[in-house]
């Protein structure tokens, strides 16, 4: 039976109960961590009781289940998401207020469980929520690093980066499970032994092994009482450290295993759509993978005796090339441990595994150096080598005499294991996250894996949780929908549409309006606590918030920043509606030029801000350490969504889904996720810019692209890259900005000058945004434009991309729960 959240009355008392049994405090006394501990206590109780129940009906029900396989789950915060799913967030919070503290404090004590970099990330964590929410069973298998996504300082305009030590105190969503420790070995050697069946047996030997122990987390279904696992792992030595090892001689091995286990978890590396190829990364990937599908067997082979019929009740979705090593090590364990042959392992391991492609970013594809993998993985290097000659013989027969092609596509080559091949050869299943990513996949990158297996191609749309983007994020708008058109949108998006019947009604447009307005309050009083930068919530909210990539073009924005105070200030009587540009990105450590924009970015705020002669006309913010909590926030404040990648670069953006979720309409290009929102949404209601995807990759092909004739051409832009290394924006050091510069026009410097076409499309984003300035002063037209975007909302729900996963490619059973 499902367990209901206590009523207010009830939750009053259960927390000052909690607060005196866990700190032997009178609530009054208690400080907001201690209420916030007590409270995630309460709310566990409840969260457990339905934890148990529905692991009972999957006993009982034997449902098909996926193995969510991914590095990275950005799931955010969970006080606030499990408060919602269990129909308590009201309650809670009255229960506090009669206390008289505020929700919003008490939520914040929470940290950030940062476990990912960005969009993949917080993907995994919207599939989570939406495959609890339609009831389908479901492991996210991932990595507890003890130093998640670090935290971002801004210190003089520069970001640092300060370790995220989230684990500080002990975290209360999560339990750790001794009872299902596996081992996991690296390195050694391994030895044949030829049986008497004429078979061959393979050990492995003079290895370093870990201990691997999941942590579980509840992962929350809304009202419907099911509860999923996400089970992260981490890692401790097979022996604890004994003088016994030092008196039999393994001191050095003892040694070698604790430092093994202390390094394996320590930290995400925080890359984002770029893989830096570090040994540590490889090991983090096989432990993960290992342990999840050794646990999963162990479930299965707990009710089940057949192991070729594993299909049946297990897929394993392989989140990107990450752990593409699921592939290789379902075969081991098949073969090595559960005693099948190669042809039957391989039937069944092409039978369970998929695979998500997030990326056409070359320096984002997984290729291992060989004898770096071998040495780490003796026994997977050999599983890698025959799947690779079969691989091979399979497209020479289908492609006979076109060695260039098998040499394309091999998976081993040029000294390297190329994951996406193996992920590709093996998966029953290839997808992309957006309709024009997957076409740029069949007919661009993966052209000659699409002509081999045309069948294996399928897209899903990427998609987001409105239950914490809409009901957690923006409470207001939420109320209001609720009122307007009902419930069913919070587990049915596509309900959103009947909100096109306001459109043309004068209150509830002024009444939407006034909700955004009071969202930008809430907004200018976090960046005034902050940054200390009075913004004016009647100006427009124009926002870019992301990592901070070139391809996503975070410079072309600020550029455009200076190209307009240039304007103001040369024509101060020129009609320009107040506008406050906000960024919010984080910068990979050692990504220099993409550090370089963020100080850029503080650097032309703190000139604009401090200029009294324009009016307050202009305003930049950079919120520091942007990340799930403030995010939410910030998109329930945007006026204008920022979506201006080089078109073909972004896959999916899942960004752009929230901002239109919360009422705001999109600047962007023809890339990605746009294309669809573009498509629901109508021309009138997003202002599109910039080259399509195929002049872009047209361009790239035939190298026929010249920034310097973009700048020769435009004075604006002549004036703007002159600001850039005449000390505008940098006094005390007119070169800081210079490798900027250089990235933009100077063939000697990088590879192709302006890579990411930002001169190229400038003057068509100036335009868009001057259409912009345009629809904003007829405020009855913008709100019926951003009520438009809510409307239109509903195929961005990750529950809709989660449906089709499930039709098209996991095909699971609902569990049923009374
Ligand atoms: O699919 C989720 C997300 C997309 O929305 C973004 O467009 C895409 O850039 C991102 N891809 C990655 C690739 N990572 N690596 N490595 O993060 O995936």
């Not at 009947?498 to 309006?513: A, E, G, N, P, V």
Request: proline share 3%.
């Amino acid at each position: 039976m499902k367990r209901q959240m206590p009523s207010t009355k009830e939750l009053e008392r259960e927390i000052k109960d909690r607060v005196k049994s866990m700190f032997r405090k009178d609530f009054e006394d208690a400080t907001e961590e201690e209420i916030y501990r007590a409270c995630a206590e309460v709310v566990n109780d409840v969260v457990i009781d339905n934890w148990l129940t529905t692991q009972k009906e999957f006993v009982k029900q034997d449902p098909k289940c996926v193995y969510y396989m991914s590095m990275e789950f950005l799931i955010g915060r969970l006080l606030g998401n499990n408060m919602i799913n269990m129909r308590g967030y009201t309650e809670v919070m009255d229960a506090l207020a009669n206390l008289g503290v505020d929700i919003n404090l008490i939520e914040d004590q929470e940290p950030d469980p940062a476990l990912g970099n960005g969009g993949l990330g917080r993907l995994a964590a919207c599939f989570l929520d939406s495959l609890a929410t339609l009831q389908y069973p479901a492991y996210g298998c991932g990595i507890r690093y003890h130093y998640g996504m670090f935290k971002q300082k801004i210190n003089d305009g520069f970001q640092e980066e300060v370790p995220d030590d989230w684990l500080q105190t002990r975290y209360p969503f999560e339990l750790q499970r001794s009872e299902y420790e596996f081992e996991v070995k690296f390195g050694g050697w391994v030895r044949y032994e030829n049986q008497p069946d004429g078979s061959t047996k393979y050990i492995h030997e003079g290895y370093n092994s870990v201990i691997a122990t999941p942590y579980d987390m509840p992962i929350t279904g809304f009202d419907n009482g099911m509860v999923n696992t996400l089970m992260i792992w981490d890692a401790k030595p097979k022996e604890v450290f004994r003088l016994a090892s030092f008196e039999r001689g393994d001191y050095n091995k003892a040694v070698e295993d604790m430092n093994l286990a202390r390094n394996l978890t320590e930290v995400l590396y925080p890359n984002d759509n770029h893989i830096q190829g570090k040994e540590l990364r490889l090991k983090q990937q096989y432990f993960f993978v290992s342990a999840s599908l050794q646990r999963a067997i162990d479930k299965y082979l707990r009710y089940h005796n057949d192991i070729m019929r594993l299909p049946e009740k297990v897929v394993f979705q392989m989140n990107d090339t990450h752990p593409t090593l699921t592939v290789a090590e379902l075969m081991r364990l098949l073969m090595d441990e559960h005693g099948l042959g190669w042809d039957d392992a391989w039937e069944v391991t092409t039978h369970c595994v998929a695979y998500t492609n997030h990326t056409i970013m070359a320096e984002a594809l997984e290729k291992w150096p060989e004898d770096i993998f071998k040495g780490l993985l003796p026994r997977i290097y050999m599983i890698v080598e025959e799947i690779n000659r079969r691989f091979c013989e399979e497209i020479k027969a289908k492609f006979p005499g076109d060695d260039e092609k098998v040499h394309r596509m091999a998976i081993l080559a040029d000294g390297q294991v190329k994951m996406a091949h193996m992920a590709i050869c093996a998966g029953f299943s290839v997808n992309g996250v957006a309709a024009l990513h997957t076409e740029i996949l069949k007919n661009v990158s993966l052209h000659d894996f699409y002509e081999m297996y045309p069948e294996k191609f399928n897209n899903k749309t990427n998609g987001i949780t409105q239950r914490r983007f809409l009901m957690h994020g923006n409470y207001k708008l939420s109320d209001w929908v609720i009122k307007k058109i009902g419930r069913g949108w919070i587990t049915d998006l596509s309900q959103m549409e009947k909100l096109t019947m306001l459109l043309d009604d004068k209150k509830s447009l002024q009444q939407f309006m006034d909700i955004k307005l009071e969202n930008k309050k809430r907004l200018a009083k976090y960046i005034f606590d902050h940054n200390g930068i009075a913004v004016d919530p009647n100006s427009i909210f124009d926002v870019q918030v992301k990592r901070l990539h070139e391809y996503k073009r975070q410079l072309l924005n600020i550029l455009h920043v200076m190209y307009l105070y240039n304007q103001i200030k040369e024509h101060p009587e020129m009609d320009f509606y107040p506008t406050t540009f906000i960024f919010g990105a984080k910068a990979s450590a050692g990504y220099e030029n993409a550090k370089l924009i963020i100080k850029l970015i503080n650097n032309v705020g703190a000139v604009i801000n401090n200029d009294k002669s324009i009016d307050n006309k202009l305003k930049v913010v950079f919120i520091e350490d942007y990340r799930v909590s403030n995010a939410e926030w910030i998109f329930a404040a945007a006026d204008v969504s920022e979506q201006i990648s080089t078109a073909s670069k972004e896959a999916s953006g899942t960004g752009n889904m929230k901002f239109m979720l919360n009422g705001a309409v999109t600047i962007g290009t023809m890339d990605g996720a746009n294309v669809e929102m573009y498509q629901e949404l109508g021309g009138e209601n997003i202002f599109i810019f910039g080259m399509s995807s195929d002049e872009v990759i047209a361009h790239e092909k035939n190298h026929d692209y010249n920034p310097v004739d973009e700048m020769n051409k435009n004075p604006h832009i002549q004036k703007v890259l002159s600001q850039l290394v005449n000390g505008n924006y940098s006094i005390d050091n007119p070169e800081l900005f210079r490798p900027i510069y250089n990235s933009l026009l100077n063939t000697q410097c990088t590879e192709r000058a302006d890579t990411y076409f930002v001169l190229k499309d400038f003057a068509s984003y100036c335009e868009a945004h001057e259409k912009i300035q345009e629809a904003y002063k007829d405020r009855e037209k913008w709100a019926r434009m951003a009520l438009s975007n809510v409307a239109h909302v509903g195929k961005f729900s990750s529950d809709r991309t989660i449906q089709e996963y499930v039709d098209d490619i996991w095909h699971l059973d609902k569990l049923e729960l009374k």
